[in-house]
């Protein structure tokens, strides 16, 4: 069990800032749970997006899951400077898309940990984010 | 929605598909819509209503091309539902006809890609895949390491995908690819995004497609080549944020579902089949969920020539998005077109022999949460 105390929202310039805490190292996600229908959402809504309730739980997801496909890019936009390496992650209910730390891509199912990572750089500077690293089996 | 008059289309026109740098959508719009006014005689006068379909056509795409042709005054809306844009625009056409609102309208659907550079098609809708660097080919490579993972298919099933869909666009007039590619020209094209070659999908293409429905009443008077429209739906993604299959688009089941419903027919029915092909997985993941083969069973329905044109089912006879390339918002009325000349037998070196029942299928939508943000499906017959 990490210790979520050590948890904080990452620089406000990180992609995607609002939607994942880090204690600088391991990332953690936050999400809503629907009490209605059980629905989870990622990024945390408001409003259930399955049945219009407002009645949603704000919970933290832990920092490991499962791939659940991956690719390596070899054309994208720019500030990614390809090839870069995608991955659909399984968290705690949620399915996301994140930057992969490795240059291959990971086998359907392999365990993965949720990391604080530079996914790509533009004229401002790098680009910090959420991202995954291959985990330990 | 089933219930209502019967509607025909009894024209339809293709601005060859390809690079026309100078062009603009309207423009291609206009030619294409120009053919069919001259193709099926029709007075603009007595259209009741346009559509057309467009991603990146701009403002007022319908009245800039419709106007040209002398269908001004007239309601006409531009349409956008991605990759069924065009689709989209002969769906509404389909409904204002069906309704008995309208006794003739018409549907077309223009874009011009190359305006905007090369590579990747741009995604302009600002969400957090996107802002994590995703795009199609990547969208569309994970769902094909996934199926090959899943159900024993390999990249070498890909291809044969490609190999098919080139043969068949050899001799399409309005294709942006009319030459065959060999297995090895697809295994050493580059890679875009594993496993996904170059020759795996489809190219970023420009060009125009347009379609004229009726009423039984104006067919007759038009006295042209016709066929009904047995069945036209579109439907949306499910969105979710949850653990989903990614070898299963739900939403190419669902509309498929809705048409054999409304036309009466099923996938056993079909001599054609018209696929959204943008990538060679994707015929083995709509083929699937259209009911032409079973689960997971695909690839090898394509590697036995069960979907050859002389197979058990053509699929995309004309060459399909990978030789007739993707002006988005045209694929759908162009396969419509397409189907229509089958129907018709007009389709020359593409004809499929016999053909009677023909289904098309465009599905597409980069937003995150859904594994296309808009399907279409239409199922034609002569019958």
């Given at each position: 069990m990490q210790?979520?105390?050590n ?5 406000s310039s990180a ?13 953690v ?17 408001a409003q259930?997006?399955?049945c ?6 704000e919970?933290l997801?832990?920092?490991?899951g ?22 659909y992650v ?7 898309l994140?930057?992969l ?7 359907p199912?392999?365990p ?24 330990a089996? | 929605m089933?219930a209502g ?12 598909f ?8 309207d423009?291609?719009?206009y030619?294409?819509?120009?053919d069919?006014i ?12 346009g559509f ?5 056509g701009?403002s ?12 001004s005054?007239?309601?006409?809306f ?28 018409i549907?077309?659907g223009?874009e011009?890609?190359s305006?905007l550079?090369?590579g990747?098609?741009p995604?302009?809708t600002?969400?957090l895949?996107?802002?994590?660097g ?5 969208a569309?490579a994970?769902?094909?390491?996934r199926?090959?993972?899943d ?6 099933d890909?291809t ?5 869909n ?11 690819f009319?030459?065959?590619?060999s297995r090895d ?8 995004a594993d ?5 795996h999908c489809?190219?970023?293409?420009d060009g125009?497609?347009a379609?004229?429905l009726c009423s039984?009443?104006?067919a007759?008077?038009l006295?042209g080549?016709?066929v ?8 949306s ?5 949850g653990?989903r299959?990614?070898t299963?688009p739900?939403?190419t ?11 009466g027919?099923?996938?056993?029915d079909?001599?054609l089949v ?14 699937e ?6 689960r997971?069973k ?5 590697t036995?020539g069960?979907?050859d044109?002389?197979g058990r ?7 399909g998005?990978?030789s007739?390339g993707h002006p ?9 077109c ?7 037998g007009?389709a020359?070196?593409l004809?499929v022999?016999?053909?009677?029942i023909?289904l098309?299928h ?12 808009a399907?279409?499906?239409h199922?034609?017959?002569n019958?």
């Open positions: 210790q979520l105390s948890f904080a929202p990452p620089p992609v995607g800032a609002e939607h994942f805490l880090t204690d600088g190292s391991r990332v996600l936050r999400v809503t749970r629907c009490s209605a229908c059980e629905s989870s959402w990622f990024p945390a809504r259930c997006s399955n219009a309730s407002t009645d949603l739980r919970e997801t832990s920092s490991s499962i791939a659940y496909a991956s690719t390596v890019v070899q054309v994208g936009p720019r500030q990614f400077h390809a090839p870069y390496t995608l991955a399984d968290v705690d209910g949620v399915r996301l994140a930057h730390t490795s240059a291959d891509a990971l086998a199912g392999a993965v940990d949720l990391v604080l990572a530079q996914i790509g750089a533009d004229d401002d500077g790098p680009l910090l984010s959420y991202a995954v690293a291959e985990g089996r | 089933s008059r019967e509607v025909f289309v009894v024209g339809a026109a293709v601005h060859p390809g690079k026309h740098r100078e062009t603009p959508a423009q291609l719009g030619l294409a819509v120009s069919l001259a193709t099926t005689g029709v007075d603009p006068a007595r259209v009741d209503v057309g379909g467009s991603v990146y701009g007022l795409l319908a009245q800039r091309v419709l106007q040209r042709v002398g269908i005054g007239q309601p006409v531009t349409i956008e539902n991605a990759c069924a844009s065009g689709a989209s625009a002969v769906h509404l056409a389909w409904q204002s006809v069906v309704s008995g609102a309208a006794d003739c309208a549907a077309f223009a011009n890609l305006s550079g090369g990747t098609l995604l302009t600002a969400d895949e996107i802002d994590q995703m795009v199609m080919p990547a569309y994970m769902r094909a390491q199926y090959l993972n159900w024993g298919a390999t990249v070498d890909l044969s995908v490609s190999v098919k080139r043969a068949n666009g050899v001799d399409n007039p309005r294709a942006h009319q030459s065959p590619v020209d697809v295994e050493n094209s580059r890679q875009i496993p996904l070659r170059l020759m489809c190219p970023n293409s125009a497609a379609v004229l039984e009443e104006v007759e008077q006295n080549p016709r009904r429209v047995a069945a036209s739906v579109v439907r993604g499910r969105f979710s944020t653990y299959d990614m299963w739900d939403i089941e669902r509309t498929a579902a809705a048409a054999y419903a409304q036309s027919y099923g996938p056993e079909l001599d018209e696929l959204h092909d943008a990538f060679a997985v994707a015929e083995l993941l709509h083929s969920a259209l009911g032409i083969a079973e997971g695909a690839h090898a329905e394509v036995t069960q979907f044109r002389d089912v053509a699929v995309s006879p004309s060459g998005l990978l007739r988005v918002g045209a694929t759908g009325v162009a396969q419509i397409e189907t229509y000349w089958q129907l018709t007009q020359g070196a004809q022999r016999d053909a009677q023909g098309t465009v599905t597409g939508g980069g937003i995150f949460g859904v594994d296309n943000g399907c279409s499906v199922i034609l017959t019958l």
